[in-house]
T-cell receptor, first 113, second 111 residues
């Protein structure tokens, strides 16, 4: 099976812009989670989606949003970008909510200038 | 927010030696997992141990879990240069895929 794919892999944006990141889970996986990784804060949970519904949300401002489509693909959007949003954004998929093992994609490296 | 601490933050050993990393967490869990990350890339799942298990093995990996002390350890035996990476523990609870990660241990294995 193909692994989790994330696009784009690298992105450079300017403060105030918005960005959309995409994640395609492993075929058959219905749960998708997003994480932000920064040197200062480490790996932090953003949100979790299952069957097109947000099941869980981390402690991030409303500028961070996401959605999941009927084919389980997911997107996350960050509006009004700030310098502090520069990070590696990781997507992970699992079969369902009780399949604890997560399979991570390679990440999208976002740089905000 | 981070679940807890990982110890040590950095570890440098010679090839063939064993590497031990420790993880502590704060809240009750139903599983604890260890992941490896190479140079800012994606995370690779190594091993999962459930809260009712005390020890688990996978190849050269051995994980222990002590729920009374809210701590876990990862032992990599006979380390190789290819084991050089950052290692993260992550805890899960409830019917959710949400993971809370530790700060990670950076392991360098010298050939």
């Amino acid at each position: 099976k193909a692994g989790v794919t994330q696009t784009p892999r690298y992105l450079i944006k300017t403060r105030g812009q918005q960005v959309t990141l995409s994640c395609s889970p492993i075929s058959g996986h219905r749960s998708v989670s997003w994480y932000q990784q920064t040197p200062g804060q480490g790996l932090q949970f953003l949100f979790e989606y299952f069957s097109e519904t947000q099941r869980n949300k981390g402690n991030f401002p409303g500028r961070f949003s996401g959605r999941q489509f009927s084919n389980s693909r997911s997107e996350m959007n960050v509006s009004t970008l700030e310098l502090g949003d520069s990070a590696l954004y990781l997507c992970a998929s699992s079969f369902d909510l009780t399949s604890y093992e997560q399979y991570f994609g390679p990440g999208t490296r976002l740089t905000v200038t | 927010s981070q679940q807890g601490e990982e110890d040590p933050q950095a570890l440098s050993i010679q090839e063939g030696e064993n590497a031990t990393m420790n993880c502590s967490y704060k809240t009750s869990i139903n599983n604890l997992q260890w992941y490896r990350q190479n140079s800012g890339r994606g995370l690779v799942h190594l091993i999962l141990i459930r809260s009712n298990e005390r020890e688990k093995h996978s190849g050269r990996l051995r994980v222990t879990l002590d729920t009374s002390k809210k701590s876990s350890s990862l032992l990599i035996t006979a380390s190789r240069a290819a084991d050089t990476a950052s290692y993260f523990c992550a805890t899960g609870s409830g019917n959710t895929g949400k993971l809370i990660f530790g700060q990670g241990t950076t392991l360098q294995v010298k050939p």
